[in-house]
């Protein structure tokens, strides 16, 4: 990452390092490349991420000749903030606007004492589930850490609550906003390495929650080097139907993606944990009764909660959200059956910020949109 190399590129005019997104350990190389003292990485670190300062100047405890260095070679640029809105149930949104100029959201949630930040880790996502509208996006590219970790930054900035005294205005994230986290493995990793270092943001490892819909090799990999929580995304208890539902499952399988899970809360320090099921409810599709029923057998001995979320509709889908009965009908069977169930309540429906129709009127130039177009829907899409 940072080199002596790119640090002399800078100094030289070239484009500067954007400190937003170096982890502690990245930092410090940082600084020993300039040839500084290596707890500086600390001091700045504590500048950018509790302080909310963005500007060199400010960074009082640096001598005069450090922070002139810095402003050459570096700089802590956040994501650009498009608009923001807010719901009449307290979730707000953000439309961000990355470099290239791809927009992506931020959603967060407060629920009583906790405030749950939904993070985005790529522009759109190449794996197109059939009902997720980030999906019909196509892919078009990864976010670096700093636009990955902007997202909290720019959230605490827009309450003004980087100062302490404020109370905590995110408690928990959850990669779950537009794209797959494990294809955009190093970048989520140093993000996350971030929410949860005290010098930065400080989130307990369990409030910090990867989702995946099963990139099974990345999520082996992720073991090794993340205390993170786990969710994946199953969405039909047999293959043959997510084969249909979450293309990425002809690849790797349930029971590859079951054991790959397993083996990463096997390999937690910290043994009371489980893994979130997460389970998108769509009406005559995956939300019979017997569709239950086989995901109580599936999930038996597997360590887990499950979270039903029903489906949220989106103009280029033919998908319908399941009825109240149908959801509950749903829930009794895995109820009965012994596992902790929750079902997803739909927030900020006034601002279209619920899971998988975040934000309307993004206008998508990738391919796959196109072909979208091409087969009736409009150039509007809802993203997720
Ligand atoms: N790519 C990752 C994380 C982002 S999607 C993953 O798939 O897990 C986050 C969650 O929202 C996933 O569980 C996904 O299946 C769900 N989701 C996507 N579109 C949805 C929709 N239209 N309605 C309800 N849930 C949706
Ligand atoms: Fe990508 Fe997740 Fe949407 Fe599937 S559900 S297309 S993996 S963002």
């Known amino acids: 990452m940072t080199s002596n190399a790119d640090n002399l590129n800078s100094a030289a005019g070239g484009p500067r390092i954007n400190l937003l997104g170096l982890t502690l350990r990245q930092m410090e190389q940082f600084f020993l490349d300039l040839g500084e003292k290596k707890f500086r990485a600390q001091q700045v670190l504590k500048w950018i991420h509790h302080q909310g300062v963005t500007d060199f ?19 802590v640029r956040p994501p650009e903030i498009v608009s923001q809105h807010d719901s009449s149930d307290g979730t707000r ?17 407060p629920d009583g004492g906790r405030a749950t930040l939904c993070v ?36 605490i900035k827009s309450y003004d609550a980087f100062q302490a005294g404020k109370g905590r205005v995110v408690t928990n994230v959850v990669m779950m906003g537009m794209g797959e986290p494990l294809l955009n493995f190093d970048n989520v990793v140093a993000a996350m390495d971030l929410m949860m270092e005290d010098l930065a943001y400080g989130i307990s490892k369990r409030r910090v929650t990867l ?13 090794r080097v993340s205390e993170a929580s786990l969710a994946i995304s199953l969405h039909a208890p047999n293959d043959a139907l997510r084969n249909e539902l979450v293309p990425i499952n002809r690849k790797y399988p349930i029971a590859m993606l079951l054991e790959s899970a397993r083996n990463y809360i096997a390999a937690q320090s910290d043994t009371k944990r489980v893994v979130t099921v997460e389970y998108t409810l769509i009406a005559g599709v995956n939300d019979q009764p017997e569709h239950a029923r086989e995901l109580a057998v599936l999930l038996r001995d597997f360590p887990c909660k499950i979270n039903l979320i029903p489906f949220n509709t989106f103009a280029q889908s033919d998908y319908r959200r399941p009825s109240g009965n149908a959801v509950s009908r749903f829930w009794q069977v895995l109820v009965d059956a012994g596992y ?34 091409a087969a009736g829907a409009d150039n509007i899409i809802q993203v997720g």
């Open 57 to 75: 100047d400010e960074m009082t405890n640096l001598g005069r000749g450090l922070r002139e260095t810095l402003s050459a070679v570096a700089e």
């Open 93 to 109: 949104k953000w439309l961000i606007r990355v470099e290239g100029g791809g927009l992506v959201e931020t959603v967060l949630i």
């Open 120 to 155: 985005s880790s790529q522009v759109g996502c190449s794996l197109d589930c059939s009902f997720c509208s980030t999906g019909k996006q196509g892919f078009q590219r990864d976010l670096t850490a700093a636009e990955i970790i902007g997202q909290v930054w720019l959230a």
């Open 211 to 223: 989702s995946t819909s099963g990139v099974v090799p990345a999520l082996d990999r992720l073991a």
């Open 340 to 373: 902790i169930v929750t079902v997803r309540t739909t927030r900020g429906d006034d601002i279209s910020a619920a899971c998988g129709q975040l934000v309307g009127q993004v206008v998508d130039r990738t391919r796959r949109s196109e072909r979208y177009r």
